[in-house]
Nanobody
Framework: QVQLVESGGGLVQAGHSLRLSCAAS????????MGWFRQTTGLEREFVAS????????HYAESVKGRFTISRDNAKNILYLQMNSLKPEDTALYYC?????????????????WGQGTQVTVSS
């Protein structure tokens, strides 16, 4: 059974940083691309960042490019999202997901397993 467990969310002031983690189990981690998405109440789930199975390719939403960095540790089966210069508009529930393929993708339909999410709240 594939399990994804996010952690690292919290309440921070604008301009500060957080690092999210996603611990994966039940699947050979290095075989699949991974991604981070976020969702605010009443809005659709939004792509944040993605990474290919060995980390050679990454993609970012324009809104986070230059501030967020996605990475992975295949030896530990952990996906990370380093978030710097946080803004109030980054407030959301952040989800990690595992792709159906080795490549990364910005499309939610390309991901088959999702975590429960970790809340990030940025105050102004």
């Amino acid at each position: 059974q594939v399990q994804l467990v996010e952690s690292g969310g919290g309440l921070v002031q604008a301009g500060h940083s957080l690092r999210l983690s996603c611990a994966a189990s039940g699947r050979t981690f290095s075989t699949y691309g991974m991604g981070w998405f976020r969702q605010t109440t009443g809005l659709e789930r939004e792509f944040v960042a993605s990474i290919s199975n060995y980390g050679g390719r990454t993609h970012y939403a324009e809104s986070v490019k230059g501030r967020f960095t996605i990475s992975r540790d295949n030896a530990k089966n952990i996906l990370y999202l380093q978030m710097n210069s946080l803004k109030p508009e980054d407030t959301a529930l952040y989800y990690c997901a595992t792709s159906r393929r080795p490549s990364d993708s910005r499309w939610a339909a390309d991901y088959d397993y999702w975590g429960q999410g970790t809340q990030v709240t940025v105050s102004s």
